[in-house]
């Protein structure tokens, strides 16, 4: 019903909250104190053999779909075998998609700016930023586990290894424009801005085959500034995503002072490694995230989903 998601006063409210956020949104050096399970895949023991899940790194299989969405739509959750794999409790599945999607995005004009979506499905929505951690056990587990994500993507952070998120794309999930050297937009002139976003969206285009309909700026930094909005709509996307929690290492940094997911926040995640997370890998920080969801009593589903692209 609503054509955006946010009235303008909240838009830049939110954007302010995104910037405090962002302290830690896009650099290295998050962390909360607690230790962490081991999350490693059950299978991949030296033990060996004797693994109860058969392996299915080779990727998604064309045949085998034992958890398919009943009501369609949906994404579907991986099986229970694939959750205890990964040492992880079984999220709810997501609801079908809406048939009214509650984003619905203009082909041309202002684009909107928005860190929620709404609806009242009880769903997260999970977006991964940058692409500096290209991790194969990673792929492995969102073809275990069948957990839609969207990734935003930095050009040149990316572009030594454009397959391995191809890889990630054939499970269905989409690539979104996060710059080409994530630069932080506010500080560069508007000339600079355009470059930032249209050479990203030229090179993404060219790669994933389908143009990036959304864009975040790098710390969320300038979303809501007139120049930023001028230079998205020039170079493509629809709509600048910002974000209600952000994942460390541990645990999610909230905007909300309860600390409590709500329906239809998106989370930012980021493709980071033991380098940049102390020790942890992809997949126990990804397991970690899975985990306080789970607790919550969410569903992840897939941002596109819930977003109306523009008419052709
Ligand atoms: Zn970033």
Not at 89 to 105: I, S, T, Y
Request: charged share 20%.
């Amino acid at each position: 019903m609503n054509r955006h998601v946010r009235s303008r006063t909240t838009v830049y409210a939110a954007g302010a909250l995104a910037l405090l956020a962002a302290a830690t949104g896009c650099t290295s050096d998050a962390g909360s104190g607690a230790a962490s399970a081991a999350l490693v895949p059950a299978s991949g023991s030296p033990a060996g053999g004797a693994a109860a899940v058969p392996s299915r790194s080779a990727g998604p299989s064309p045949t085998a779909s034992p958890t398919a969405s009943p009501t369609g739509g949906g994404p579907a959750a991986g099986d229970a075998a694939a959750w205890a794999k990964w040492h992880l409790a079984p999220l709810p599945p997501a609801p079908p998609a809406p048939a009214d999607k509650p984003v619905k995005l203009a082909r041309t004009g202002p684009v909107p700016v928005f860190s929620e979506v709404k609806t009242s499905d009880k769903v997260v929505f999970v977006t991964i930023d940058d692409g500096a951690e290209k991790d194969p056990k990673f792929v492995e587990m969102l073809t275990d586990l069948k957990v839609p994500v969207s990734m935003f993507l930095t050009r040149d952070i990316v572009k030594d290894d454009y397959g391995y998120f191809k890889r990630l794309q054939a499970l269905g999930n989409h690539v979104h424009n996060h710059t080409v050297d994530h630069a932080q937009l506010s500080k560069v002139p508007p000339e600079k801005q355009k470059s930032e976003i249209c050479d990203a969206q030229a090179a993404l285009t060219q790669q994933y085959g389908t143009p990036p309909l959304l864009f975040r700026p790098p710390y969320g930094d300038g979303a809501n500034t007139p120049a930023l909005n001028t230079a998205v709509q020039q170079c493509g996307p629809r709509a600048v995503v910002l974000w209600r929690e952000s994942m460390q290492i541990h645990d999610m940094q909230y905007q909300a002072a309860d600390k409590k997911l709500r329906a239809g926040d998106i989370v930012l995640a980021h493709f980071r490694g033991p380098k940049d997370l102390k020790g942890e890998t992809m997949t126990q920080m990804f397991g970690e995230l899975l985990a306080r969801i789970q607790e919550q009593g969410f569903a992840v589903a897939r941002l596109e989903d819930y977003i109306e692209a523009p008419a052709a």
